[in-house]
């Protein structure tokens, strides 16, 4: 079964814009990923947050994490249609092996 | 050359054929992961190994096999393919942060159609 669950299922803006996606997961984690995938393509990893951490940056990308509702957020600032991809979350729930278990993913559409 | 490259790219099989797929990566990780993913359900987990002794069923294993010739191969095995394995198939590698899986290096997958 499906550990965690991107929302919005799909996205559209314009360039310019910022997006959020969010992930809610149901167990407890060590850390949450962030993966890119273009059409077609291997995902690509974009950032990693610990359990302990709230908050994380990576150029126009920020991460935030909050363990007591479960749930994580991807905003990405000043979008370009480059962004355009599906964005997965992805998890290392605690007390397993060190496997990652993948949301079901956002679609990202960004228009000139 | 990628850190993990997958053949064949692109396979069209019939129902009932034995396919193998197979991964081999540079990184030198001991870690490695076939995922499987469909449309509308993100990606999951197949099989996965963290060296080459150690192998491990993973969400939906069943209708597969595994095989890690090398800490730098690991094969996936359809030995008798179904139309509802048709899917894209990818394999990645990982190494350990702090005792927890790190980022995973994904391989540009395996597209598996079978008729």
């Known amino acids: 079964s499906q550990q965690g669950e991107e929302d919005p299922q799909a996205l559209s803006i314009q360039e310019g814009e910022n997006a959020t996606m969010n992930c809610s997961y149901k167990?407890?984690?060590?850390?949450l990923q962030w993966y890119r995938q273009n059409s077609g393509r291997g995902l690509v990893h974009l950032i990693l947050i610990r359990s302990n951490e709230r908050e994380k940056h990576s150029g126009r990308l920020r991460v935030t994490l909050d363990t007591s509702k479960k749930s994580s957020s991807l905003l990405i600032t000043a979008s370009r249609a480059a962004d355009t991809a599906s964005y997965f979350c992805?998890?290392?729930?605690?007390?397993?092996?060190?496997?990652?278990?993948f949301g079901t993913g956002t679609r990202l559409q960004v228009t000139l | 050359d990628a850190d993990v490259t997958q053949t064949p790219r692109n396979r069209i099989t019939k129902t009932g054929k034995r396919i193998m797929l197979e991964c081999s990566q540079t990184k030198g990780h001991d870690r490695m992961y076939w995922y499987r993913q469909d449309p509308g359900l993100g990606l999951r987990l197949i099989y996965y190994s963290f060296d080459v002794k150690d192998i491990n069923k993973g969400e939906i294993s069943d209708g597969y096999s595994v095989s890690r010739q090398a800490q730098a191969k690991f094969s996936l095995s359809l030995e008798s393919a179904i139309p509802n394995q048709t899917a894209l198939y990818f394999c990645?590698?990982?190494?350990?942060?702090?005792?927890?899986?790190?980022?995973?290096?994904f391989g540009e997958g395996s597209r598996l159609t079978v008729l």
């Open positions: 992805a998890t290392d729930e605690d007390g397993t092996a060190s496997k990652l278990t």
């Open positions: 990645a590698t990982s190494d350990l942060v702090q005792g927890r899986p790190g980022e995973l290096f």
């Open positions: 167990t407890s984690i060590n850390n």
